[in-house]
């Protein structure tokens, strides 16, 4: 429920597409595999073993260079505002109509 409300919140669907789901589960398995290869001193097989190998993915796509709590928190909130711009516009021109 609580997901769903969130959806309806950010004007998303209140039930997401299975294979939505599936890429949502999918792109989750990814990261927390190269997050705890390059960053919290997993091994490979061990990564392997709780996660899955990422196939077609390799760690030279992203950056995971470590961040400070306040850079992720105002990258966050920066990223927000601007999506919440947008949902907000859309909203309002949607309701003209």
């Known amino acids: 429920r609580l997901q769903r409300a969130i959806h309806l919140r950010f004007s998303l669907p209140a039930e997401l597409a299975v294979s939505l789901r599936k890429n949502i589960k999918r792109a989750d398995q990814i990261a ?5 290869t390059l ?3 997993f091994s490979t097989a061990e990564a392997t073993e709780y996660f899955g190998r990422p196939r077609g993915f390799s760690a030279d ?4 260079t470590p961040k400070s709590v306040t850079w992720a928190q105002t990258a966050f909130l920066k990223r927000f505002k601007t999506l919440e711009a947008r949902r ?3 909203f309002v021109a949607n309701s003209a109509i």
């Open 32 to 36: 927390a595999y190269f997050e705890a």
């Open 39 to 41: 960053l919290a001193g």
């Open 61 to 64: 796509r992203f950056d995971f």
């Open 88 to 90: 907000q516009s859309s």
